[in-house]
């Protein structure tokens, strides 16, 4: 009896280990797709750079385009329809790179990133928070204007970084940014006080790395070294709203890094992710879930292809 014992208790103990390190998180989740959603005509340029599904108009996404153009927020139907625009008074696009929908405090918000630094030599980056319109408002108008209510004027803590990538957790009250040509991106955090935002400089606390993004195989760099080399970074995060799963997009792939109740984003971004069907768009720079959390849709600034996997 005592070797069997002495095999039972470690074997009892591992299992139990098991039980208890998986307590609180939902399975992962699965989605089908990628699958075309539509054509997406709204910005002058196409070069889709943000996106985000509003949470004031169901069925309505909101986008922009990427660095030096117009400072434009454009809306249109989760089939590419577009629905109006939104021209952002008073700031300029000096390089947009992700774009967020949240509700604080009963108000909804377009939280617009101007954030991208390829060189990493900028000084500070700034957040905008512009008001959201009401969809029968915009449609009726085809064009609405409006300024931010708040801008902040971001600097890291460790230095000067390159982000394309930016998701706001309304019930923690924080903005979350990730680096893009980091070795091992680099998560950083910035609380927002309670109340309406206000314009403030502000710095980003650095919370943890996202280690495990997918890289390229040796076969991918032998076709396209630059290409290759470029794959595993990130280029957009957004969080579900239940605040279950965050979803990374990279040049290769659709990552989606589910979260157990009570668990950082931190330490979510931290683990392996559940790796979707590839979204096959040349440079994809964009990424959402829609606003129930159902699908994620991907667009590119080099395709008018709207993409869009659907949660099982």
């Not at 309670?194 to 760099?221: C, D, E, N, W």
């Not at 979260?259 to 950082?264: D, K, L, Q, S, V």
């Not at 979707?276 to 292809?305: M, N």
Request: charged share 20%.
């Amino acid at each position: 009896m005592q070797p069997l014992r002495r095999f039972l208790v470690p074997a009892f103990a591992v299992a139990a280990g098991l039980v208890l390190a998986s307590a609180g998180r939902a399975a992962d989740p699965v989605f089908a797709g990628p699958v075309e959603a539509g054509k997406v005509e709204a910005p002058t340029r196409r070069e889709t750079s943000g996106l985000a599904a509003s949470v004031r108009n169901p069925g309505l996404l909101w986008l922009h385009d990427d660095s030096g153009s117009q400072p434009v927020l454009h809306a249109i139907e989760t089939n590419g329809t577009p629905v109006g625009t939104l021209q952002v008074g008073g700031i300029k696009n000096t390089d947009w790179e992700d774009l967020a929908s949240v509700t604080l405090d009963g108000k909804p918000w377009l939280v617009v990133g101007d954030v991208g630094d390829n060189d990493a030599v900028r000084r500070s980056v700034a957040i905008h928070f512009v008001a959201e319109p009401d969809r029968a408002a915009l449609a009726a108008a085809g064009r609405l204007a409006e300024q931010p209510a708040a801008t902040l004027t971001v600097t890291y803590e460790d230095g000067p970084r390159d982000v394309e990538s930016l998701a706001v957790d309304p019930r923690e009250r924080a903005i979350y940014l990730l680096s893009k040509r980091d070795d091992a991106p680099r998560l950083y955090r910035i609380p927002l006080p309670a109340g309406p935002p206000v314009s403030a400089a502000v710095s980003a606390r650095f919370v943890g790395t996202v280690p495990h993004l997918p890289k390229a195989s040796a076969g991918q760099l032998l076709l396209n070294a630059r290409l290759g080399r470029m794959r595993g970074w990130p280029c957009a995060l957004d969080f579900a709203a239940d605040g279950s799963a965050a979803v990374v997009l990279t040049y290769g792939d659709t990552l989606v890094f589910p979260r157990a109740a009570g668990e950082t984003w931190a330490k979510a971004l931290g683990r392996t992710p559940v790796r979707l069907a590839p979204h096959a768009l040349p440079q994809a720079e964009a990424a959402c879930f829609s606003a129930d959390g159902k699908a994620i849709f991907v667009a590119s600034e080099e395709t008018k292809r709207l993409m869009r996997y659907d949660r099982k």
